[in-house]
């Protein structure tokens, strides 16, 4: 089939019109990317956005591969010589795998089964007479002309046994009735978990799901993957419980059921034993497969909301920085960058050894900061980050250089990115510490341009990201940091392979060839400069041009998002406006005597043109906020110094389906319930906050023993900490004595479960 077949399904899943899926899948067909197609060809498709057409791509991946199943499937049917007409239809008609399946299943080669036997033993006439619902005969005597002890059929039990095995392989094969007993526990079933004897003697993450059960209809998926981590960590067994009796009913009636007929008994024990043996095993695997397949979308998804605002951060620009990586035995490793982030020089320090190391330490800080006159100092937040910043200030304002602002960093995945080929080739002979130290710094400056170096897994902001599926992880983070890096725009004479690879139609191997010619020839001094790249040809040039940024170029456009093909477009604009090209980027007054719709035409819509202007008013502009530098309380350093009442400024770091947590500058952060997060409702904390948000908090509990920090946003006036409620439902007493306390810690510590 082809793609353009599938435009009406996908647009009906996504609430579209057949005509803009038509024109996505045409445009992805011609080569084209989201991004460029997303940005500059708004008219083709309706103005839809990167979501709504990455959507369209995934759904477009789905189906193709939905009908080379179908295809395989109608092969190996027709093969065996049973393909019908009504079958080919039902066949053609599926637009779900499972559906796909549940048809195929009769047919699909197995091993030998327990019908199988029966049929070689030649008891099919007797399961047809069971099918049959007849209100005449005897099933004893009809079943006594099968006798066989050669075939091991010693008695008529025997012999109706066979046949019965015969039925409830017809019963389990049906389609239908797969169907209704998969979407009957779906939505009314539960999903219990019990603790794996002998019950662990010290307390344990899971310790509310020892007996628990919830509807699977309505487990959030946060909870789902905190009981599969229990049950993988071998502390749980999780399964899901059905009430059989209305998927027997149906299945009764679906087979033509007669309460008169002397096969009656026989095919109710048939369909019972059906579904107890064939189809009850295999559905309730289906729907936990589904189950977590809809949980690891649900954490993706919040995995990739939270990695977008990290991405997103304000940068602090181009400025010179100081980069520090804290450690109290190893010493602090401080770098100097320039504005471009260029390194420098790099010195280790000792503030945390001694009066006289501390002493060395303060000589030779100041005279890295001579060297850099750094506008701030990047401080990672990891191991002796605190008090690594104290002594930082202390020696600024010591010396009189209050002005340096001192800024603690998320360090979180610059080991991975120092170890990493990435970094090996950008400092080859410097130690992994000091490309810590790097990495810190230049996050600082621009954390998207240094992010997009590191398995965006390693930056730590998801729930449950080893848990999931990697395939769609990776898939969806990798989507996530396109969109990012060409929102943005990348400035080609600084840009580094990592995030050139992420920009609209260039990718690793053309990304690396951009930066040799770069090396051998010098800065690119115009877009047009990209043609002789070599590999790098029309189609890649059209992709990614209006993505990247030359500052130093000698035509305006060039620092712009306007794509090199309106180049002609705008120069008749500045010429309509009586003023050059160079006067008409940004200047406001001259763009508004602009009258749009003059510009509109066959190949160059409204929103085209719109997009234009809005672009030459604010030429090159960088979406990503004004940077602000946090606040962390000086007193407040450790664990220990954090008490209850306590009100701090925070930076959120994850945002889960649960809650936020929050860096208070004591390396560990806190949670903030989502009960906790807002004086009004809220389902969704995503609605609320967003990674990197600064938060005003307060402290609700300190657990020392466990590492944990309760917190609220609300309002004081608003109360205290309430109790959790809780969906699922405690069953019994498992731990002994332990179920009381283990309900209480759920309901008052918002990481129970994690």
Known sequence: MADCCFSDVIATELNLSPRQVRAVIQLFEEGCTVPFIARYRKEVHGNLDEVQISSIQERLGYHRELEMRRETILSSILQQGKLTDELKSKLLACTKRTELEDLYLPYRPKRRTRAMIAREKGLQPLADAILSQSLSGDPSAEAALFVAPEKDLFDTLSVLKGARDIVAEVVAEDSEVRGFARAYLAKHGLVRSEVVEPIPEEPTKFEQYYDFEEPIAAIPSHRFLALKRGEAEGVLRVSLIGNSESSVTFALEKFGFNPGSVWAEQLEMAVKEAYRRLVAPSIELDVIVAMKQEADRAAVEVFAENLRHLLLQAPLGERGVIGIDPGFRTGCKCVALDATGKFLRHVTIYPEQGQQKAIEATVELLKLIALASPYAIAIGNGTAGRETEQFVRQTLKRSGKTEILVVPVNEAGASVYSASSVAREEFPDLDLTIRGAISIGRRLQDPLAELVKIDPKAIGVGQYQHDVNQTLLASKLDEVVVRCVNNVGVELNTASVPLLTRVSGIGPALARCIVAYRDANGAFRSRDDLLRVPGLGAKSFEQCAGFLRIRDSAHPLDRSAVH??????????????????????????????????????????????????????????????????????????????????????????????????????????????????????????????????????????????????????RSEAKGRFKPMSFPGKMRGNPSRGKAASSATTFSNNPFAGL
């Open 564 to 713: 090199p093909e309106r180049y002609a477009l705008v120069e008749q604009m500045a010429a309509d406006a009586g003023v050059p090209l160079t006067a008409l980027v940004g200047d406001p007054a001259a763009i508004a005597r602009i009258h749009p719709q003059r510009y509109v035409s066959a190949t160059v819509g409204q929103l085209t043109v719109n997009d234009i202007l809005d672009e030459l008013r604010k030429p090159g502009r960088d979406p990503r906020a004004v940077f602000e530098p946090p606040a962390f309380r000086e007193d407040v350093c450790t664990i220990e110094d954090v008490r209850p009442g306590m009100t701090l400024e925070g930076i959120v770091t994850n945002v889960t389906a649960f809650g936020a947590f929050v860096d208070i500058g004591v390396h560990q952060d806190g949670l903030v319930h989502v009960s906790e997060l807002s004086d009004r409702f809220v389902k969704d904390p995503s609605e609320v906050v967003k990674a990197g948000d600064k938060l005003k908090v307060r402290v609700l509990e300190v657990d020392l023993k466990r590492r944990r920090i309760s917190l609220s946003a």
